[in-house]
Every structure is written in C-alpha cells, then in structure tokens.
C-alpha cells in the first residue's frame, strides 16, 4: 500500500563496497544516523566543556578553572576566563546545545535511523540527498569550529544574536567570528531542510504494505511533524540572518537604527522560528518516551489517535506563541495578552500527551531496564519544566522573570530533558539494534541514577537564583551587592554540575565496552512490536531479507487472546500465536 | 520558596506576586499529583510473575475520559490564571496613572544616564540634570520613565519594584512606578549588551518627600 516509489528505490540492489564507501560516502540511512550521532556527541563534548568554564566562572569569578590553563591566550588568561570569553562561552554553550547537539541528536540521528526500519522501506526516499544532509552538517560544524579561531574572536551576541549587538562589530569587536557563526547556522539549517524532505517524503510514500497512516509508530509521527514545523518556521529566520548578515558586511540598515531600522524586526523573526524551534527538540523525544513506555510495562499506548491530533494542534499552536519571548521587548502591550493566551494554552496538548504516558502506565507490568528509567526520567524533568513554564507564560509574571535564572532553569528542564534524558533513553534502546549488543545494565543503572540526582541539584537551584533576581548571562554575579547572598548557591550548582559532567564519563565507557563486549542482541531483545525489531541487529544494508506486511498497529501487547504478551505488527495469523 | 523574592517596594509589585503565587499553588498541586499517580503506578504495577499487563487501547469514549477530565480541568485553569494576568498586566502596561514626575533614563554601554527635567518639568531642556548610575525618586509618587538607548539593546531592570523593561536603540518607550519605602536599590542590566554587560548597575534612591526635598533644593537651588 502507497508505496509509488517502491519499485524504484526499494529494489535497487547495492553491490558491496569498500571502506570509504560503507562508512564515509554512504547513502544508507543508518550509517548516515550513526555519522550524525558521532558528530552530535563530539559537540556535546565541547557544550559540556563550555558549560563547566561558564559554571566555575559564576561559583568563583575571575579565579582559574582546574584543567582548562591549556587554552591560550587571548581566550583564556591561565585559566581566567575574560569578560568577552565569556560572553562567547555562553554563546557558543547555547548555540552548540541547540543547533549541534539537539537537532542531530534527536532529529537526524534517531529520525534517520528509525523512520526507514519501522515504515518497512529499504532506505529513505532520496539517500543522496540525505548523504548531502550530513555532509553540509559537517560543513557547518567546520565552520563554527572555525568561528572560534578567527581574528577578532568569536560570536559573542547570545546564541538570541540581537542585533545591533550582533549587527554592527563596533559593539563586541567581533567580526569575522560573527559573519563565521551566521554562515555556520545557515547551512546547518540547509543540511536538516534536506533531512526534514526526506522524512516527509519518505514516511508518505515507501511505507511497506498494510501500514495505514494509523499503524505508524508515533516516534513517526513526531519526527514528521517536528520536521514540517521546522520547515514552515526557518524561512523567516533564514531571511533574516541574510538582511544579518548583509548588515554586518554591506552596512544595511535592516536592523540600525541610524539608517532607519528595526531590532525588533530580528526578535520578531527570529522567535517565529525559535519558538516552533523549540517543539522541533522536544517532539522527537516525547516519540522516543512514546515508544519506550509501551514496551516495558507490556500495555498499548494509551490514546493513540488522541496523541497524534494532540501533537498537530502543538505544531499549529506553536506559531503563534513567538511573542512570549518579547513580553517586556517594547513591542504594543496590547499584544501580550493574545500571546499569553496561546502560550499557556499549548500546554493543553502536552498535558494530554503526559495523562496519557500516565495511564499508559496504570495496570502494566512494569520492568526497569536503563531505557525505561531514563524514558521516566525524562517524563518526570520535562513535567517540572512544562509547570514551571507556565510562570514564564504568564506575561505579568514574566515581567519579573524574564533574562533570569528562572529561565535558564526552566528551558534546561525542557531542554535537557528532550535532549539528555530522551536521548540517553533512545541511545539505551535502540542500541542493540544499531550495533548487535546489548549495553551493560549495570553502568546504564548507575549512569542513570547519577544523571537524575546531579540534574536536578544542579537545575533546580537556578530557580532560587532566578527567584531571587539574578539576571542571565553576567559573568561575574560577585559585582552586585543584591546578588552576594545568593553566592553559595552558585557555589553549590557548579559542584554538581561539575558532577554531572563527570558522570557522563561512565556513559562513554559503557558506550564503548558494549560495543566491542557487550552481550550479542539478537533481533528482539526487548520483544518490541515495532517492525525494526523484525529483522536482524544490526540489519542488513537494505534493511529487511524482505519487506514486511504490515497487519496491525505497532502497541499490541497483553491482547487478552494471545499467550504471549506482545503482537509484533508483521505477524501475520492471530491463531498461530493463540493458545 | 518564593521567598526568595527581593522585598516589593512598589503598588504593583503585590498583583505580580499574588499571580505568581497563585500559579505557584496551581502548579504545586499538578506537581505532587502527577508525581504521586506515577510513583503509585510504577510500585503497584511492576512486574510480577505469572500477572499479565491489562489490554487497554484508551479509544473508547469512557477510557477518554481519563484523558479529557483532568484536560477540561488544566483549560480552566489556564483560562483562570489568563484572566487574572490580563488584568494586572491592563494595570501595569496599559492603564499608566498621570505622572507626578518625569525622569529620563539612557542606556549605553555600560552605564545608565539619568535626566532629571529641573524646575520646567520638560526632558531635553538647558535646566535638566544629568547623572550616571543614579536614580533618585520620592517616596510614594508615580514616577513615568522615559527609556532609550545610544547603542545597543539594555534592560532596565528593578527587581524590587518588579519592573523590567527592554530599552531599544531608535525608539523610546515609557515606563511608570510608584515606590513605597526609601532606601537605596539595584538596578541592573539585564539584557546581554557587551562585554561590560555584566557589572553594568545603577542605583534607585528612595527618598521620603523631605529629603527628596532636600536633593532637589541642592540640584536646583533656583527654583522659582
Ligand atoms: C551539564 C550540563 C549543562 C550546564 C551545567 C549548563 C549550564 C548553563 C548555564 C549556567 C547557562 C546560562 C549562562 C548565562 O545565562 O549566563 C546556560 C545557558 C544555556 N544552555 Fe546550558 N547547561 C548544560 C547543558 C545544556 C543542554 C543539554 C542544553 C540544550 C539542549 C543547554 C542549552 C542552553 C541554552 C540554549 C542556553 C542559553 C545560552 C544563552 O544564554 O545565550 N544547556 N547553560
Ligand atoms: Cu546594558
Ligand atoms: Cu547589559
């Protein structure tokens, strides 16, 4: 069934090849997942590593950070981080996190891997395409990376980039890391226009026969509907960062006042993307959560149609919450209260999202492997953030809490939880497809119990700051006497964040053990319905020895008439599998 | 935990802490509910040997209820904490009371200039004054601010009157408050401006009606 391009691509036989064509220029999906997902955790790295100098210069300002006196001058003085550098770190720590992390993580690596295996096609819809997807990403990166070497030295306006900050080099002294970090987001977008086509196309036209739109798994669902969000939401922005872009080089005027301009025209533009933005992250990890849960407590997903409407009526929603980041920008008053309305009103799709996580749960026979604790973990950080963001939604709340801490507290519950949390989950999960070894259970315990304490005493601490008033992005919160009081618990944060880092350590060593000693897999290790468990860990180049029939949708488990507890959707009679 | 607060010094400071701890009940009540449903869930459901997991799809329109009552009751009181917003917001960004005194306000890296209009009462006249960092107000007066920026965008922020207000370069936008109790307080910036952006502060002065008095008789001693 709808399977147009079947004939086409699903039957292309691909001759085998050698190294630089398996592993370098490949157009399978799963390699391509598998290439993003190395790029995303070296960039995690290097985020993790920004935020562990911007940590140490909050808890003892202008004071030397152990391990970083390597860094040369004139980033870094011995170990002193300067006032600029400083002002780049949080940039690129933002920047990194979202665009070079997040994104890969959550959109290119799983949603690449994924969509094909479990819609039962041989591969995407374009695979050059998607080989081009990557190696543009990697372009980008190279960029950025770059970006941080150049005379001048490297953005400093905020990952926000508000111009005229960002629109003039007067401002920061910074020029060509500047021009470098524009040039970098824009073909980092380019690369995950390429990746969101081919989903889209793909999901719509080589699904196997029998899988309906609603037999698909919702992780599907999500990634499709993230990727159309971002699609209709980086126009502008792209737009945008040209007129930037043309400011900085030319000296146009779209956003200096001098000649005329606008700021706002670039929060405007920018929030239309950012906020959608936003959602781009979370969707694929509610999915990854959304496939877990099911699988471990042995139930279907409860309210599968209601979740699906749910998700599309967030990706509408969320083009018209831009606003919210501009409660106190200047913009008409009489704006905030539409904004506010919408926004508060887009947790009523995610509140059904979680209800029904939550029933999904009741009555289960619940079991707790590492990817079901941290699909938990991530439901139970992302309910903290979603409760805290409606203070944030609130626009004479966000008066108050607007650039504090509040908010950096309240988007890493949102933020860190999609990206961490879900990813960590789907990493667990689908690991034993992607490499044919299971992970040690033990250190994925151990890893998960650290991440969840050192998280939230790291995290939730930022909403005391943000309480008591302390602004986002200063580096040095020992200038002001109002803030003094509040010093210890920069102190205490920057502890378990330090912590917290550390522990990320015994999710590498876990990563690489498994992959050389970790326990074979076997197809279905976790007796899952979804078809990408249907064939061999790792799967074949083509993904399956033959494609599936698809005969029911992906959450059968514990039919009352059926012996075993699970259904897999391409097992053709009920009465083989009855009693 | 929003004691944390910095102490309200201003007549509208306490409608924004009120919504604040309105929504701080409604979404601690949420939290220990949801929390509570799930850690009951999750012990009185592991697994157990021999017990199979309940077939339930969630589809049919009594087991949408599970979904749809808990959901009518967020809506309402999103609605709720909407409407009480709207009217504090109404009060504080659309219903300015009439000034008692008008003062200047310029952001430029990194440092507030202050203006004071003198005897005329007219911003941009040869009898203003002109400070950095310092603000000084009498005690109980609406004060309107007139907010602008040479160079980049700055936020004018005072956490003790629960203002904060963005300043964009090209355009001017106005701001009012009306402090209760003297004393002296921060004012920060808390819009990323620079590399001085952290560290750039000011100072908000409360006087009471005499010693403002006072201030003004030192700073303009003609006036007529
Ligand atoms: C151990 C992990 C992390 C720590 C300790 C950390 C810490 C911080 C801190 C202290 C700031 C505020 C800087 C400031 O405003 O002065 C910040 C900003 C930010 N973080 Fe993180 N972070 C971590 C992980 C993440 C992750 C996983 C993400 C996202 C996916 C993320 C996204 C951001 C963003 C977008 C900003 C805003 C940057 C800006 O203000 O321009 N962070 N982080
Ligand atoms: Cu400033
Ligand atoms: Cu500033």
Redesign the interface.
């Known amino acids: 069934m709808s399977n147009i391009l079947g004939d086409v691509t699903q039957g292309t036989y691909h001759e085998e090849k050698g190294f630089w064509r398996t592993y370098v220029f490949s157009t399978d999906h799963k390699v391509i997942a598998k290439q993003y997902l190395a790029l995303s955790l070296f960039w995690a790295v290097l985020g993790g590593f920004a935020a562990y100098l911007i940590r140490w210069q909050l808890a003892y300002p202008e004071t030397a950070a152990p391990g970083a006196s390597w860094i040369p001058e004139p980033f870094m003085y011995e170990g002193v981080v300067p006032?600029?550098f400083?002002?780049v770190l949080?940039t690129m720590h933002g920047t990194i996190m979202v665009f070079f992390v997040a994104m890969p993580l959550l959109l290119a690596v799983f949603g690449n891997y994924l969509i094909p295996l479990m819609i039962g096609a041989r591969d995407m819809a374009f695979p050059r395409l998607n080989m081009l997807s990557v190696w543009v990403f990697t372009l980008a990166s190279l960029v950025l990376l770059i970006s941080l070497f150049v005379p001048g030295g490297a953005a400093?306006?905020?990952w926000t980039g508000?111009p005229?900050?960002s629109a003039k080099a007067i401002?920061?002294?910074v020029n060509w890391g500047m021009n470098l970090w524009i040039v970098a987001i824009a073909l980092e977008f380019a690369a995950f226009l390429m990746g969101g086509i081919n989903f889209l196309t793909t999901t719509l036209n080589m699904r196997a026969p029998g899988m309906t739109l609603f037999r698909l798994p919702l992780i599907v669902w999500m990634q499709i509907t993230a990727g159309v969000v971002f699609m209709l939401s980086v126009g502008p922005l792209i737009a945008g960062a040209v007129m930037l872009l043309l400011d900085r080089v030319i000296g146009t005027t779209f956003y200096v006042?001098?000649g005329g301009?606008?700021?706002?025209l670039w929060q405007h533009l920018f929030w239309f993307f950012g906020h959608p933005e936003v959602y781009v992250i979370l969707l694929p990890a509610l999915g990854i959560i959304l496939e877990i849960l099911p699988v471990f407590?042995?139930?279907?997903?409860?309210?599968?149609?209601?979740i699906i409407y749910s998700t599309i009526v967030a990706g509408i929603l969320s083009f018209i919450v831009w606003a919210h980041h501009q409660y106190?920008?200047?913009i008409d008053?009489?704006l905030?209260?539409p904004f506010?309305?919408t926004t508060?009103?887009i947790?009523?799709p995610f509140?059904?999202i979680?209800?029904?996580l939550?029933?999904t749960?009741?009555?289960?026979?619940?079991?707790?492997p590492t990817p079901m604790l941290f699909a938990?973990g991530t439901?139970?950080v992302f309910?903290?953030g979603g409760?805290?963001g409606?203070?944030v939604g609130?626009?004479?709340?966000d008066?108050?809490f607007?650039?504090?801490y509040f908010v950096v507290a309240h988007f890493h519950y949102t933020l860190f939880s999609a990206v961490f949390f879900g990813g960590f989950a789907g990493l667990y999960f689908w690991f034993p497809k992607m490499f044919g070894r299971m992970m040690n259970e033990t250190l994925g315990k151990i890893h998960f119990v650290l991440t969840f304490i050192l998280f939230n005493t790291t995290f939730f601490p930022m909403?005391?700051l943000g309480?008591?008033?302390m602004?986002r992005?200063?580096?040095?919160p020992m200038?002001?006497?109002?803030l003094q009081p509040l010093q210890p618990i920069n102190v205490f944060i920057t502890g378990s964040a330090i912590l917290l880092l550390i522990s990320q350590g015994i999710f590498a060593i876990n990563f690489f053990w498994s992959l050389f000693r970790g326990r074979i897999a076997g197809p279905n290790p976790w007796q899952a319905n979804t078809l990408e468990w249907s064939t061999s860990s790792p799967p074949p180049h083509e993904n399956f020895h033959k494609i599936p029939t698809v005969y029911r949708g992906p959450?059968e488990?514990?039919?009352?008439e059926t012996a075993e507890?699970w259904l897999p959707q391409n097992q053709p009679e009920l009465e083989e599998v009855k009693k | 935990?929003?004691s944390?607060?910095?102490e309200n010094i201003s007549t509208y400071g306490g409608?924004?802490d009120s919504?604040?701890y309105h929504?701080?009940y409604?979404?601690g009540v949420?939290?220990f509910l949801?929390?509570g449903?799930?850690i009951v869930?999750?012990l009185r459901?592991?697994?157990?040997e021999g017990?199979?997991?309940?077939?339930?799809?969630?589809?049919s329109l009594t087991?949408?209820g599970?979904?749809l009552v808990?959901?009518l009751i967020?809506?309402a009181l999103?609605?709720w904490?909407?409407f009480q917003?709207?009217e504090?917001?109404a009060k504080?960004?659309?219903d300015a009371p009439s000034s008692d005194l008008l003062v200047g306000v310029t952001g430029k890296?990194f440092n507030w200039e202050i203006a004071y209009p003198g005897p005329d009462g007219k911003l941009g006249t040869a009898d203003d004054l002109e400070m950095e960092n310092e603000l000084h107000v009498p005690v109980n007066k609406v004060v309107h601010v007139v907010l602008r920026s040479k160079?980049?965008?700055h936020?004018f922020?005072l956490?003790n009157l629960?203002?904060?207000?963005?300043?964009?370069?090209?355009?001017t936008?106005e701001a009012w408050f009306e402090a209760t109790k003297p004393g002296r307080?921060?004012l920060?910036?808390?819009?990323?401006?620079?590399?001085?952006?952290?560290?750039m502060?000011g100072s908000l002065i409360v006087h009471s009606l005499d010693e403002y008095e006072k201030w003004v008789q030192k700073n303009w001693p003609h006036k007529p």
């Open positions: 006032p600029e400083y002002n949080i400093s306006a905020g508000y005229p900050l401002y920061t002294g006042p001098e301009g606008q700021p706002l407590s042995r139930k279907p997903i409860f309210g599968y149609r209601p106190v920008s200047g008053p009489r905030a209260m506010s309305i508060i009103l947790s009523v509140a059904l979680v209800f029904a939550i029933a749960l009741w009555k289960g026979s619940i079991s707790f938990l439901l139970g309910l903290i409760l805290t409606i203070f609130s626009a004479p709340v008066i108050y607007h650039d504090t909403f005391f309480i008591g008033g602004m992005r200063i580096a040095n200038q002001y006497e109002f959450y488990y514990s039919l009352p507890d | 935990m929003l944390w607060l910095p409608d924004i919504l604040m929504i701080y409604i979404t949420w939290f949801t929390y449903v799930i869930f999750l459901y592991r697994r157990q017990q199979k997991a309940a077939y339930v799809r969630g589809d087991q949408a599970w979904l808990p959901l967020v809506l999103d609605l904490i909407d917003g709207s504090v917001w504080i960004k659309i890296q160079d980049v965008i936020s922020f956490p629960r203002l904060k207000q963005d300043v964009m370069p090209g355009r936008i307080y921060p920060p910036c808390a819009e990323l401006c620079g590399f001085g952006h952290s560290g502060e």
